[in-house]
T-cell receptor, first 109, second 112 residues
Framework: GQSLEQPSEVTAVEGAIVQINCTYQTSGFYGLSWYQQHDGGAPTFLSYNALDGLEETGRFSSFLSRSDSYGYLLLQELQMKDSASYFCAGLTGANNLFFGTGTRLTVIP | KAGVTQTPRYLIKTRGQQVTLSCSPISGHRSVSWYQQTPGQGLQFLFEYFSETQRNKGNFPGRFSGRQFSNSRSEMNVSTLELGDSALYLC???????????FGAGTRLSVL
C-alpha cells in the first residue's frame, strides 16, 4: 500500500521557521513533492526532491532522506500569507502520485 | 499561458442523479489527473488520462469514470450520486511525468 503521514496541524509565529515532516511508505518510490493550498484555492506546486538532500527555493526548502523514508518542508521568515495547508506527495516509478492528508499551518502575529 | 480550467465551479445535485465535470489542461500538457478532496481525507486519486488513454486508476467504484479527448480536455462522470460523493473535485495537468502538477480551482459538488 501507499501511505504518507504528516502532522495535522502546526502553529508558528510570524518571522519564525517551521518544519513540516512527512514520513512515507510507498512501494516503488521515486520522489517527493510538496504542495500548498490556501482555503478555497487550488493546490500549487512548491518543490520536488528526487535525490537525497536539501532543495532550496527562496524562503522554502525541502529535504529528502530515502534511507529513512522521510522528508520535510522548511519555511523560513514566516509570513501571515503562509497560513495554508501543505501536502506532501509521493511519486512512484509507475508515475502514480499519492498525497498525504495535509498539514494545516497557522501563522500567528 | 492559461492555467487549468475546470467547469462548473459549483454544482448541486440530488442522490441518484449523474454529473459530468470538465477540465481543460494547460496547453501542451497531455496528462490529466482527477482527485477527490474531502475534509480530513486529503486528495484521493481517481484516475489519470494520457493521450486519450486511462493510464492509472485509483480505488473508486465504477460509478466514477472519465475520458480524454484528442485536444487533451478531459471529463469525469459520476453516476448514481450518493451523499458521500459531496466533495471538491480537482483536476491537474502535467507533462508526461507527474512530479510537477498544475491544479485547477476545482468543482465543488454537493449532493443533497
Amino acid at each position: 500500500g501507499q501511505s504518507l503521514e504528516q502532522p495535522s496541524e502546526v502553529t508558528a509565529v510570524e518571522g519564525a521557521i517551521v518544519q513540516i515532516n512527512c514520513t512515507y511508505q510507498t512501494s516503488g518510490f521515486y520522489g517527493l513533492s510538496w504542495y500548498q493550498q490556501h482555503d478555497g484555492g487550488a493546490p500549487t506546486f512548491l518543490s520536488y526532491n528526487a535525490l537525497d538532500g536539501l532543495e532550496e527555493t527562496g524562503r522554502f526548502s525541502s529535504f529528502l532522506s530515502r534511507s529513512d523514508s522521510y522528508g520535510y518542508l522548511l519555511l523560513q521568515e514566516l509570513q501571515m500569507k503562509d497560513s495554508a495547508s501543505y501536502f506532501c506527495a509521493g511519486l512512484t516509478g509507475a508515475n502514480n502520485l499519492f498525497f498525504g492528508t495535509g498539514t494545516r499551518l497557522t501563522v500567528i502575529p | 499561458k492559461a492555467g487549468v480550467t475546470q467547469t462548473p465551479r459549483y454544482l448541486i445535485k440530488t442522490r441518484g442523479q449523474q454529473v459530468t465535470l470538465s477540465c481543460s489542461p494547460i496547453s501542451g500538457h497531455r496528462s490529466v489527473s482527477w482527485y477527490q478532496q474531502t475534509p480530513g481525507q486529503g486528495l484521493q486519486f481517481l484516475f489519470e488520462y494520457f493521450s486519450e488513454t486511462q493510464r492509472n486508476k485509483g480505488n473508486f467504484p465504477g460509478r466514477f469514470s472519465g475520458r480524454q479527448f484528442s485536444n487533451s480536455r478531459s471529463e469525469m462522470n459520476v453516476s448514481t450520486l450518493e451523499l458521500g460523493d459531496s466533495a471538491l473535485y480537482l483536476c491537474a495537468s502535467s507533462l508526461a511525468q507527474k512530479n510537477i502538477q498544475y491544479f485547477g480551482a476545482g468543482t465543488r459538488l454537493s449532493v443533497l
